[in-house]
């Protein structure tokens, strides 16, 4: 797959800098410290998404992801919300 950026295993804290990579479709963030989803707003053709193995805690700021196909959270703190 072209246009794609693998960070694997950098001890990136933060997604950041990424708004001028408008035609990536493949983002690989594996293995970092990241806490957050955040700053994604300017990949609308990004397909796939790879954020195992990180600390991140909650699902959010996905939506500007419109052609997103797929996203692996594997391996995070995202804790399944259960009902009493």
Do not use: C, F, H
């Not at 797959?1 to 594996?30: A, C, F, H, P, W």
């Not at 196909?69 to 995202?78: A, Q, R």
């Amino acid at each position: 797959m072209g246009n794609q950026v693998t960070l694997t295993d950098n001890k990136i804290r933060k997604i950041e800098g990424l708004d001028n990579l408008k035609q990536l479709k493949y983002l690989g963030l594996s293995s970092n410290k990241i806490e957050k989803i955040e700053n994604l707003d300017a990949l609308s053709k990004l397909k796939v998404l790879y954020l195992k193995n990180n600390p991140i805690k909650k699902m959010e700021n996905l939506e500007p992801l419109k052609n997103i196909e797929t996203i692996n959270l594997s391996i995070t703190e995202i804790k399944k919300n259960r009902r009493a």
